[in-house]
């Protein structure tokens, strides 16, 4: 499917600035550029272009309020200065398999001041000796690249936002969880004591291939045989 239609069909009868993220994966893009999205995406943040084909950002337009973009397994070599000029609240960006050999063709990245996280993974780039110090250099705003600080410590998946949102929510789960558990243990316990009171009144009676002495606790009525032996 080209590009064209894919975004037709994601808007889903909205117009374009309802739209907060747009996801064309896999799809195909003309000559290699971006087709498509315009500036009436005005609300958009989140925007994945992740294996279109592409080889150019010329076509991306002026979009204030992106703020994360995927642009992995494309043919891009350069030409990030498109970036810097239309993406100024960019803060994460994600280059990974594409065709920077150079740490120069990064330059541009510099006038991303809200830039911080970076992804060049299978980039050969990434291949050059002081690769990661390089870039850190370059980009002192970065926070992470490859997923990774400057301390080589993971970046985390919220990397700290709405972790207060998550806290609550767990909470809420576990407090429903424990009055729930805590009726089923009571209905359990109650159940373990009927179950007391049954075995305490329930006499077990020997079978006939069974020893036929009296059962431990129970009273054995005497038969007249006996007797007659005792007085013997």
Same mark, same amino acid.
């Given at each position: ?7 037709? $069909? ?14 064309? /994966? ?29 080889? %150019? ?19 891009? %070599?350069?030409? !990030? ?11 994460? !960006? ?14 541009? $990245? ?27 250099? !370059? ?9 990774? =600080? ?6 985390? =998946? ?8 998550? =806290? ?16 089923? =243990? ?12 049954? /075995? ?8 006939? /291939?069974? /020893? ?21």
């Amino acid at each position: 499917m080209d590009m064209n239609k894919r975004v037709s $069909l994601e808007l889903r009868h909205r117009s374009p600035s309802e739209v907060h993220e747009l996801v064309l /994966d896999n799809c195909r893009s003309g000559d290699g550029k971006m087709e498509g999205i315009t500036e009436e995406f005005s609300n958009l943040e989140v925007l994945s272009l992740i294996n279109v084909g592409l080889t %150019s950002m010329a076509g991306i337009p002026k979009l204030d309020k992106l703020k994360k973009l995927e642009l992995s397994d494309n043919r891009i %070599s350069g030409g !990030l200065e498109v970036l810097a000029e239309r993406l100024v609240n960019l803060t994460h !960006l994600n280059l990974s398999g594409n065709k920077f050999k150079d740490i120069s063709t990064l330059e541009p $990245l510099k006038k991303l001041p809200q830039l911080k996280s970076l992804d060049l993974f299978n980039c050969e780039v990434t291949n050059l000796a002081d690769y990661r110090d390089s870039i850190f250099k !370059l980009l002192p705003q970065l926070t992470y690249l490859d997923g990774y =600080d400057v301390n080589d410590r993971e970046a985390s =998946d919220s990397e700290g936002e709405g972790d207060g949102v998550d =806290d609550e929510g767990e909470e809420g789960e576990e407090g429903g969880d424990g009055e729930v558990n805590g009726d089923v =243990d009571s209905e359990d316990e109650d159940e373990d004591e009927e179950d007391e009171d049954e /075995d305490e009144n329930l006499i077990i009676f020997p079978s006939a /291939d069974e /020893d036929s002495s009296p059962v431990k606790g129970e009273k054995r009525k005497r038969d007249p045989e006996d007797e007659d032996e005792e007085e013997d």
